[in-house]
């Protein structure tokens, strides 16, 4: 299936955490001087408009960027990532756009490091495609499936990766994939740094997922979800999204201590707002 698309839900609160974490991920990255590579399995449009177009129908970045970018008191993880929205909308009072994954990475990109970025949607991949027209070698642009594209990118050459997998979760058989397409991954490459999101839906494939990833052997593993309201009796609707790194950062979990609970008062819509974080260290 190749009906989703991610306009329709751009900035929203699953971005907000998502988009963070990456920002975490690559700035403990660029602590060292060695080149990584960025590897995106399903990377969107890589910019989306909140002015027009998708994003407007649901307006969901109103209970997502837009409650936070105009803030004073976020906390410095949380900033950083939002510095890269305003960075994008160039000192603009309103907010006009939003930045996918690939964009953010480009955002902390240096000059010897490289994304690879895979979007099997036509129309997606050609947008990915005129968004990175000028980035040249340090950005590659794949009309391909991300998870069988693994295998054309791992090991990377620097040996250091970061790679994030959100697809769409349209089918169930998507859930399965992850678990699959990861466990390759680490039978690759190891050390990479693999960072998957998921919704939290009123559905058991959600729930399982998070519990199979803990099983896959990664040295360390951390899971933090964020649930913005209780789950609708009608079961319909996501109700918040988590993020389970593999290999994550030793700082990455008092990044989220100090995040997670800003999120939950800032982002919560009922009584039902929380978070979650657990971790296993090596």
Known sequence: MLS????????????????????????YMNQKDKPWWYIDTHAGAGVYSLTQGYATK???????IARLWQRTDLPAPLQRYVDVVI????????????PGSPYVAQALQRRDDKLRLFELHPSDSKLLAENFLDAGRAAKVVQADGFASIKSVLPPPPRRA????????????????????LKEALERFPTGT??????????????????????LGAKSWLHVALTVHAPRA????MHGSGMFILNPP??????????????????????GAKYLLEQQTA
Request: aromatic share 10%.
């Open 250 to 271: 030793w700082t990455l979990s008092n990044e989220l201590k100090e995040v997670m609970p800003y999120l939950v008062q800032h982002l919560g819509l009922d009584n």
């Open 4 to 27: 989703y698309r991610h306009a329709f839900h751009a900035g929203n609160h699953a971005d907000v955490l998502k988009h963070c974490i990456e920002v975490m991920l690559l700035d």
């Open 87 to 98: 960075d994008l909308n160039a000192g603009s009072a309103h907010l006009q756009l939003y």
């Open 162 to 181: 970061l790679m994030l997998i959100d697809p769409p979760y349209e089918e169930k058989h998507d859930y399965v994939r992850v678990v699959e397409t």
């Open 234 to 237: 009608d079961g319909f609707g």
């Open 58 to 64: 649901n307006a969901e970045f109103e209970t997502g």
């Open 194 to 215: 693999y960072a998957v999101w998921y919704p939290q839906l009123s559905r058991a494939e959600t729930k399982q997922m998070p519990e199979k990833l803990k099983k």
